[in-house]
């Protein structure tokens, strides 16, 4: 009697699962890796700290640093 469960049970999970992995598709597409240049983002961590100091503090001085990060960064990328 407990085998009958199990494969009552046990057969319609295998039909899902089989289903569900014909239907997969394990073809993913390649990845598209567009590195962006170690200076780059240096430049870019420095301009987001800077960003988030000056709106902690708002203070004039930290305002110029942000400003002139996001200046520089902006002319590298030219």
């Known amino acids: 009697m407990p085998d009958n469960i199990n494969s009552a049970v046990n057969n319609p999970t295998k039909i899902v699962q089989t289903a569900a992995w014909s239907a997969t598709n394990t073809n993913l597409p390649p990845h598209k890796y567009n590195p962006i240049p170690e200076q780059i983002r240096v430049m870019i961590v420095e301009?987001?700290?800077?960003?988030a100091l000056y709106k902690r503090?708002?203070?004039p001085f930290h305002k110029q640093n942000y400003n002139r990060l996001a200046n520089s960064l902006k002319k590298?990328?030219?």
């Not at 301009?47 to 960003?51: E, G, M, Y």
């Open 57 to 59: 503090t708002r203070l």
């Open 76 to 78: 590298s990328d030219r």
């Open 47 to 51: 301009k987001r700290r800077a960003r």
